[in-house]
């Protein structure tokens, strides 16, 4: 089955600077690649998405990469601010006859100070 | 409601006993998913529904845990037996789609064993 792997684990920025996260996954069959945003005492929420037609995706201040070659997707993060701060999980799709359930990495704790 | 409801939101159990954690999703999203989140780490697949039908339950460790969603919209994840490694945070998530595309995500069932 899918495996993704995130890294890093903990990331400290000042506000203003840019913060990178990247992922790996391990099924060259997994077509749809999401992050999700988790603050305290929430459920996780939809950041932004890509899927494998396409290389990057922006929106505002986020932009993700996907390079299906190498299997790697990261999240771009650009002028962060303290309300960035939260864990922050990529997922890829795990692709099988029955359904399209998402895998998630472990995640990174973005904490941005002012 | 707005959003995707889980109840109770905080469950203590004893060893052994048996719990129940309800899941209400968005009204009219076909698809609902259960995960389980453990402390520090990211959500792991248990189980996914289409309508009424489990498509996929490869993710439940264990024959003790079992889901349900009789007609299609509230889903009940029940644990029989709890043992203390099934604590952790239970997050349902529903969709318009078979999962690729946004997952909207309660904000989850925290399970205590003792």
């Known amino acids: 089955g899918e495996n993704v792997e995130q890294h890093p684990s903990t990331l400290s920025v000042q506000e203003g600077d840019s913060a990178v996260i990247k992922c790996t996954y391990s099924d060259s069959a997994s077509n749809y690649f999401p992050w999700y945003k988790q603050e305290l005492g929430k459920g996780p929420q939809l950041i932004i998405d890509?899927?494998?037609?396409?290389g990057e995706k922006k929106d505002q201040r986020i932009a993700v990469t996907l390079n299906k070659t190498a299997k790697h997707f990261s999240l771009h993060i650009t002028e962060t601010q303290p309300e960035d701060s939260a864990v922050y999980f990529c997922?890829?799709?795990?692709?099988?006859?029955?359904?399209?359930?998402?895998?998630f990495g472990k995640g990174t704790t973005l904490s941005v100070s002012s | 409601g707005a959003g995707v409801s889980q109840s109770p939101r905080y469950k203590v159990a004893k060893r052994g006993q048996d719990v129940a954690l309800r899941c209400d999703p968005i009204s009219g999203h076909v698809s609902l998913f259960w995960y389980q989140q453990a402390l520090g780490q990211g959500p792991e697949f248990l189980t996914y529904f289409q309508n009424e039908a489990q498509l996929d339950k490869s993710g439940l460790p264990s024959d003790r845990f079992f889901a349900e969603r009789p007609e299609g919209s509230v889903s009940t994840l029940k644990i029989q037996r709890t043992q203390q490694e099934d604590s952790a945070v239970y997050l349902c998530?529903?969709?318009?789609?078979?999962?690729?595309?946004?997952?909207?995500f309660g904000e989850g069932s925290r399970l205590t064993v003792l």
């Open positions: 997922a890829a799709t795990q692709p099988n006859q029955a359904g399209t359930a998402l895998i």
């Open positions: 998530a529903s969709s318009t789609s078979s999962g690729t595309g946004e997952l909207f």
């Open positions: 890509i899927r494998s037609n396409v």
